[in-house]
């Protein structure tokens, strides 16, 4: 036991030893790199390539990619692609986050994709200047307060989203009853109260239920929902559930049809018989004026499933692209004069008006999201 | 009288002593590896303490890129959890599933304490070791259900538990449900803040330091004593008059103690805690951790945690994944394998058989050698002419597009079982060189299209194989269980 | 009082409890012979799902199918059950048997990678997105039962009869057959049963099969009701499956089966009512913790179960 003592005592020592001269000694952050000319230049990209939201991932890096190949042609330029996988897990988004950080040939981020990751890299970004522009981190407190100051998204956030859903739901809809369930997640529940709030602040009868993000079966939520609801709000980010939600609705015979957030949206999945669904970016395969693009986004992939989600990355790309293009034509080619040139950008977009930003890094006045409406699987957009 | 042949004379035989075991003995004592394990046993523990610290001491040193010193903290982290596991896994042979859920208490607790949320910033030196005490205390109560459970029961109250530690924080409102809790303050000691990743990765050395030498001296105390006869004999520790219930309360509550001092690091490092970070696949990493270093041996959980770490960073992407994967698999052929001439020999011919295979496959059907590999290493550019990688078999978003990926994985997971059925020698050596190949093959195109998922693969595997052939791993020691 | 909630809680919670009685019924056999905890079984529940799915996009998919509807499930539960069947045996052969005279913990631990490396595999070959049925194109939602405040899908009547058919073979089968005997004696000591010429290696083998076999129907009755699936649907089934052997006492066929079903019935009307009882603190989120606690209590006061008999150790 005797030398035990000794052992630990000598190495508390030693290690106070290290420890004081390690903190006297500055920390070792990346510095932007000076980039001569824009030939050495990569974009970086944040998030979830595999795990749950995988899908949702691959599907805005594969329009990221057909927008730097479509941006390189069009201008000259060679930029590169960084991919940085989330997985949906913030220690991961974290990690990864210093990594595209530490690599100084990337001059912007796209994502942080899901608001996790945005809210572990915001400071982290925020620090080395590294603009991120997201197209689909739409939680409302990345902007609140003191927001990150190299933070950009070319959506509305949820915000909008929720007032929007209510209102409809309470105007065109005229519902009288409704029943609000979430899915235990960041995204689902802060939009569900939202949305409950404002919904019983105009009379109308909310009920709230809650289900796990994995789970599959609704039966006995359905049970719940009396014969007199007229929307089911489902919050969720697994279309799937949705649909499943809106068969065992009908299987029940109950009259409620299920309007589902953006999480939600897929025409390939979610095809109820009559249902509603929202989305923060038009889906351009359902509006005739983007079949150009469509069309050369469909030479690019063999198989198109994508849906709302890769275009507004794509036009996170082209804002962070246009934005160092012009700091390496202005011979200024680093970080802190990308964030600068994209925080007073004006970009024309695919996905509505020309992306502008306001001060906290949102769409300068608000942005609006889309609604659909679903009859027997068929998706249209409500005006 | 005719000549007797002269018989030798027979040696006295040494009162006891085996005669059988004792050459047995000398034999194997003339080995390498047991003259290292014996210079290592007799050195003295400070000696190697510092040899295992000096290591990560420099580490910093010699790292400049904030990813990697985010990686380095990581490692420390994980090994503190793999020194907490071993404590109920390794001493005591209880399943503790809901492990991970000590871990975010701690984080969670930290929090609680030293957050804008929280509304205040206890300094650190009052808030880890508070923090290890009630985490330990949980573990104290999580682990009350043991006196009536056999083992496997106890697996899985654990587990439900840790579910149950799962809804809690995404449902309660002051757990701030799945937006978790961002703007955790810095740690805090004595006034000084840490704010650099530097300052972080010595905090966590230091617990390193204070908590692997806690855990050495319990081990060498009669508690440590105690525990190893409960995992070796819980009947007999009890008839012995073990307080064997009290026992296996404390080494939850010590192993959730050290979690708790993780978690209360692991949280200002982040800067924020999400329910979703303390899940399942976390839980069976840090096993894994523990059963590749050898349960009950804290070196060898130490090597362990920081091995698979860092094999799982460097398998995060396609860019650096097949230096990994292709020198595990010559380095695990030619430790496994002897005669030495044996493994040189089947890598050889592997080499052989794929650009023979390669070259007919060109020939006949060249559209199953024109596809593009994932990887990014010069490994990866050879392997091109090496491995038959076919069109179009893996899509865009790195799923197999047709059934040609899938069922060759099927092939090989099947191809691999069967091979450990094959009895002779022979013909088990001659059937590697084609699963190997095969195996190159599903790496190249399937495994690094998704090196995230591939990883885990290969743990789950590494974990079923550990426990089929080297249940003690890389430093433990046999047990043989006596029915 | 609510007859229209409480009688579609009865059907859902019978629905969830036929599934969950199928699951038991392998963890209990299995633990009943090698007293091992299978914590495997749920994946193999989740890959029986994944083989129906596969049959059903190879036979025409739902929209289009190629024969009969009746056909259609039939075969995708048969191909699922034998698909299974020899999953488990693989498991039994290659991450068990080797560990037969290893501590207690060693055979947990490897399950425990077993399952790891299943649930990433199907996540590798078939990505993370949920996979559908759309079980509603083969058989409409509306088609089924429509009796005053009963509202049944045909598809729910389909689960429970096949799991109530499956449970009665099995049943006979252990009950009336000679291998019955054998798994009987088998599970009664398995040292005795060798020493009487049963050759014990080969009733495991069989057993791992049926238990295995079951859980693969119980995948493709989830897939075809619920809808879903993904490669993380094991987990939930393993543990409720477990928490009903338990329930019902480990080791004991017809306590599986009760325990199934009470396990789905407490499920169900947990969700329905836990609003209600708590006066709306606790959400339907809490629910999962009502079943943990229904363990939790059995495990504390009487831990053989309600079938199952007082475990006497002897030394």
């Not at chain 1, 050369?296 to 082209?318: H, I, L, N």
């Not at chain 2, 001439?341 to 052989?352: C, F, K």
């Amino acid at each position: 036991m005797r030398k035990g003592m000794i052992a630990v005592a000598l190495a508390v020592l030693a290690s106070a030893a290290v420890v004081t001269a390690a903190v006297a000694k500055p920390s070792a952050t990346a510095t932007p790199a000076q980039v001569a000319t824009c030939t050495n230049v990569s974009l970086g990209f944040l998030g979830p390539l595999t795990g749950p939201a995988g899908f949702l991932g691959q599907e805005q890096i594969s329009w990221l990619k057909f927008g730097v190949q479509k941006y390189n042609k069009e201008n000259g330029t060679r930029f590169a692609l960084v991919e940085g996988d989330t997985q949906l897990k913030a220690p991961v988004a974290l990690t990864v986050g210093r990594k595209l950080a530490s690599n100084s040939k990337v001059l912007a981020v796209i994502g942080g994709s899901e608001s996790q990751a945005v809210r572990v890299t915001g400071n982290l970004f925020e620090r080395t200047s590294l603009a991120n522009v997201s197209g689909s981190a739409t939680a409302v407190d990345l902007t609140k307060g003191r927001p990150y100051r190299s933070f950009f998204r070319v959506v509305p956030n949820d915000g909008v989203q929720g007032p929007q859903i209510l209102n409809f739901v309470s105007t065109n809809l005229k519902a009288k009853n409704v029943v609000v369930i979430d899915s235990q997640d960041d995204y689902s529940l802060p939009l569900a109260s939202a949305i409950t709030r404002g919904l019983r602040a105009k009379g109308v009868t909310v009920s709230r239920e809650s289900v796990s993000a994995d789970d599959t079966d609704f039966s006995s939520i359905v049970a719940n929902v009396g014969s007199n609801v007229n929307v089911v709000v489902f919050a969720t980010q697994v279309a799937t559930a949705a649909n499943t939600l809106s068969n065992q609705l009908r299987e029940q015979g109950k009259r409620a049809t299920v309007f589902g957030t953006d999480g939600a949206y897929s025409p390939s999945q979610f095809k109820p018989r009559n249902g509603h669904v929202s989305i923060f970016a038009p889906d351009l395969h359902f509006d005739p004026k983007a079949a150009k693009i469509i069309g050369e986004y469909r030479k690019f992939v063999k198989k198109d499933t994508s849906g709302a989600f890769g275009p507004a990355t794509y036009q996170a790309g082209w804002v962070a692209m246009s934005a160092i293009r012009k700091a390496c034509a202005d011979g200024r080619t680093n970080r802190v004069e990308v964030t600068k040139l994209v925080r007073s950008s004006t970009t024309p977009s695919i996905i509505g008006a020309p992306t502008r930003f306001d001060a906290k890094g949102d769409l300068r006045g608000g942005g609006q999201f889309t609604i659909y409406r679903i009859t027997n699987g068929k998706y249209s957009p409500v005006r | 009288m005719s000549e007797t042949p002269e018989t030798p004379e027979p040696q006295q035989p040494r009162i006891g002593v085996d005669e059988w075991v004792a050459s047995a003995e000398e034999r194997r004592r003339q080995g390498l590896g047991t003259r290292i394990e014996d210079a290592f046993g007799r050195t003295p523990p400070v000696v190697k303490l510092l040899a295992l610290v000096i290591p990560f001491a420099v580490y910093p040193l010699f790292v400049d890129s904030e990813y990697l010193m985010q990686v380095g903290i990581d490692t420390l982290i994980f090994v503190l959890l793999a020194l907490g596991l071993n404590v109920a896994v390794g001493w005591v042979g209880l399943l503790d599933l809901g492990f991970v859920a000590f871990f975010g208490l701690g984080a969670y607790l930290y929090a609680a304490v030293a957050s804008e949320y929280a509304g205040r910033h206890w300094e650190a030196q009052f808030a880890i070791p508070l923090i290890a005490i009630a985490v330990a205390a949980v573990g104290f109560v999580v682990g009350l259900p043991s006196r009536r459970l056999v083992g496997d029961y106890l697996a899985i109250v654990t587990l439900f538990f840790l579910q149950l530690w799962l809804v809690i924080l995404v449902n309660a409102s002051f757990t701030r449900g799945p937006n978790g809790i961002s703007d955790i303050y810095p740690l805090e000691f004595f006034g000084r803040q840490v704010t650099s990743l530097d300052g972080y990765f010595y905090v966590a050395l230091i617990a390193f330091v204070l908590i692997i030498s806690f855990l050495y001296l319990l081990n060498q105390s009669r508690t440590g004593r105690a525990w190893r006869a409960v995992r070796e004999d819980e009947l007999a520790s009890e008839l012995m008059t073990m307080p064997v219930n009290r026992l296996k309360l404390l080494a939850f509550a010590v192993g959730a103690g050290v979690a708790g001092i993780a978690g209360a690091i692991f949280a200002p490092v982040q800067g924020a805690v999400f329910p979703a970070s303390f899940d399942l696949v976390l839980l069976i990493t840090v096993y894994a951790m523990v059963v590749l270093g050898g349960a009950g041996n804290l070196l060898g959980v130490t090597v362990g945690a920081v091995l698979i770490n860092a094999s799982l960073e460097a398998l995060r992407d396609a860019n650096n994944a097949s230096w990994l994967f292709f020198s595990v698999i010559v380095i695990a052929l030619l430790m496994l394998v002897r005669p030495r001439w044996l493994p040189v020999a089947i890598l050889a011919g592997t080499v052989a058989f794929g650009l023979v295979v390669h070259e007919v496959a060109e020939q006949l059907r060249p559209s199953l050698v024109e596809g593009a590999t994932f990887g990014g290493t010069r490994i990866d550019e050879l392997a091109e002419q090496w491995v038959l990688l076919p069109e179009g078999a893996i899509g865009p978003d790195g799923l197999p597009a047709g059934a040609l990926a899938r069922l060759a994985y099927l092939g090989l997971v099947a191809a691999v079982l069967g091979l450990t059925l094959v009895r002779s020698r022979l013909w088990r050596s001659i059937g590697v060189v084609p699963v190997l190949y095969l195996a190159a093959c599903v790496w190249e195109n399937l495994l690094l299209a998704q090196p995230a998922v591939a990883r885990f693969v290969l743990i789950g595997a590494m974990l079923v194989a550990l426990m089929a052939y080297r249940p003690q791993g890389l430093f433990g020691r046999q047990r043989v269980e006596i029915v | 009082m609510d007859w229209d909630k409480l009688v579609q809680l009865i059907v859902n919670g019978l629905t969830l409890g036929s599934v969950y009685a199928l699951v038991a019924l392998g963890f209990s056999m299995v633990y009943g012979i090698l007293k091992l905890l299978n914590l495997a079984h749920g994946d193999v529940l989740m890959v029986g799902a994944f083989i129906g799915w596969g049959v059903l996009g190879w036979l025409g998919g739902a929209q289009d199918p190629s024969v009969a509807v009746w056909l259609l499930i039939v075969l995708m539960v048969l191909v699922a059950m034998v698909g299974c069947g020899f999953l488990g045996v693989a498991i039994e052969r290659f991450a068990y048997r080797p560990l037969r005279r290893a501590p207690r913990i060693a055979p947990l631990i490897s399950a425990l990678g077993v399952s790891f490396f299943i649930q990433n595999s199907v996540l590798l070959l078939f990505g993370a997105n949920f996979r559908s049925y759309e079980a509603i194109d083969l058989v409409d939602v509306e088609v089924g039962i429509h009796w005053g405040p009963l509202n049944v899908w045909i598809l729910r009547v389909v689960v429970f009869a096949s799991a109530a058919a499956m449970m009665i073979g099995l049943w006979i089968l252990v009950t009336r057959t000679k291998l019955g005997k054998a798994m009987r004696a088998t599970a009664f000591d398995r040292e005795a049963a060798a020493m009487m010429g049963i050759d014990v290696d080969r009733v495991i083998v069989k057993t791992f099969f049926i238990g295995s076999a079951l859980a693969g129907a119980a995948g493709v009755l989830v897939g075809l009701v619920f809808g879903q699936i993904n490669h993380f649907m094991g987990f939930n089934y393993g543990l409720k499956g477990f928490t009903a052997a338990v329930v019902g006492g480990i080791g004991s066929i017809p306590g599986a089966m009760f325990g199934g079903l009470f396990i789905g019935l407490a499920e169900a009307f947990s969700v329905g009512y836990i609003e209600d009882f708590t006066r709306g603190r606790l959400g339907s989120a809490f629910s999962d913790l009502v079943v943990f606690l229904i363990l939790v209590l059995f495990m504390l006061l009487r831990p053989q179960g309600i079938f199952g008999k007082p475990d006497v150790k002897k030394v």
